[in-house]
């Protein structure tokens, strides 16, 4: 899988419009990502150190996790599995 830069993620996530959830939201979020995380352990699946910093930097950005998964497919270009430039 392509390497992501990191801090280029989260000035990418920052610079992004949308509405960021409050503290209360966020602390929710957390505890119900750390649940998928274990579950994804226990079926082999574990996220790599990678995927762990881009959804702890999703968070710390107040991003809900409904628009996730749509951030991630965004960095990639259509068709490959190379990180879009």
Same mark, same amino acid.
């Given at each position: 899988?392509?390497?992501?830069?990191?801090?280029v993620?989260?000035?990418?996530?920052?610079?992004?419009?949308?509405e960021?959830?409050?503290? /209360?939201?966020? &602390?929710?979020?957390? #505890?119900?990502? *750390?649940?998928?995380?274990?579950?994804l352990?226990? /079926?082999?699946? &574990?996220?790599t150190? #990678?995927d762990? *910093?881009?959804?702890?930097?999703?968070?710390?950005?107040?991003?809900?996790?409904?628009?996730?998964?749509?951030?991630?497919?965004?960095?990639y270009?259509?068709?490959?599995?190379?990180?879009?430039?």
């Amino acid at each position: 899988m392509a390497q992501i830069d990191l801090e280029v993620f989260r000035e990418h996530v920052r610079r992004m419009d949308f509405e960021r959830g409050t503290p /209360e939201q966020i &602390a929710f979020w957390r #505890e119900d990502i *750390a649940d998928a995380r274990a579950n994804l352990v226990i /079926e082999n699946m &574990a996220p790599t150190d #990678e995927d762990d *910093a881009m959804f702890a930097i999703m968070l710390d950005e107040g991003v809900p996790p409904s628009l996730m998964a749509s951030i991630i497919l965004g960095l990639y270009t259509p068709g490959t599995h190379s990180v879009a430039g």
